[in-house]
């Protein structure tokens, strides 16, 4: 399924700026990068279950946000882009 995951770190801080860095790191081992905090990624629910524990434990939930928007497996018709693309898209292969 698609997840969509969207974050908003409080960065006023040296703490701050590391679990920025953090939450960037872990959303990058299962997804792309779309947006400066939007990530999408194509994850099974243990993987989805697994990557919101990850993320939850690095966040400081007093100051920081986490939002996931859950697409689905029929994803394709749901997205619609605008503008200039980053990248590969996270349903292709990748060949290094």
Known sequence: MLVLITYDVNTETAAGRKRLRQVAKQCT?????????VFECIVDNAQCIMLKSLLADIIDEKVDSLRFYYLGNK??????HMGVDRGTPVDETLIL
């Open 29 to 37: 081992n299962y997804g792309r990068r779309v947006q400066n905090s």
């Open 75 to 80: 994803y394709q018709t749901k997205v619609e």
